[in-house]
């Protein structure tokens, strides 16, 4: 199994921006797909992005590309690069990672945008 644990959530006003961290330990990091999700009180969670072993990517169209996910691999670690926040990116934001028939949640961190 992989334990995750996300850093770099908080409070920012509109137009900031924020870089979030997931790190993994516990197993072999290269070999697992990765991604971010959100959930707003009352939502349902979304897939915000993804990144595979191989390092392609994905982001969800409705982002705008304002977030950019990706990986380093020799620290264990992803991330999140979200830029020109508004308030309808205020959530709580998961990291997990994933293969075949495995998957693993980070505890989560607390993104809010308000000014």
């Known amino acids: 199994q992989v334990q995750l644990v996300e850093f770099g959530g908080g409070l920012v006003q509109p137009g900031g921006s924020l870089r979030l961290s997931c790190a993994a330990s516990?197993?072999?990091?290269?070999?697992?797909?990765m991604g971010w999700y959100r959930q707003a009180p009352g939502n349902e969670g979304e897939l915000v992005a993804g990144?595979?072993?191989?390092?392609?990517?994905r982001h969800a169209d409705s982002l705008k590309g304002r977030f950019t996910i990706s990986r380093a691999n020799a620290k264990n670690t992803m991330y999140l690069q979200m830029n020109n926040l508004a308030p309808e990116d205020t959530a709580v934001y998961y990291c997990?990672?994933?293969?075949?028939?495995?998957?693993?949640w980070g505890q989560g961190t607390q993104v809010t945008v308000s000014s």
């Open positions: 990144i595979t072993i191989s390092g392609d990517t």
């Open positions: 516990g197993g072999r990091f290269s070999m697992y797909d």
């Open positions: 997990s990672a994933a293969c075949i028939h495995y998957r693993s």
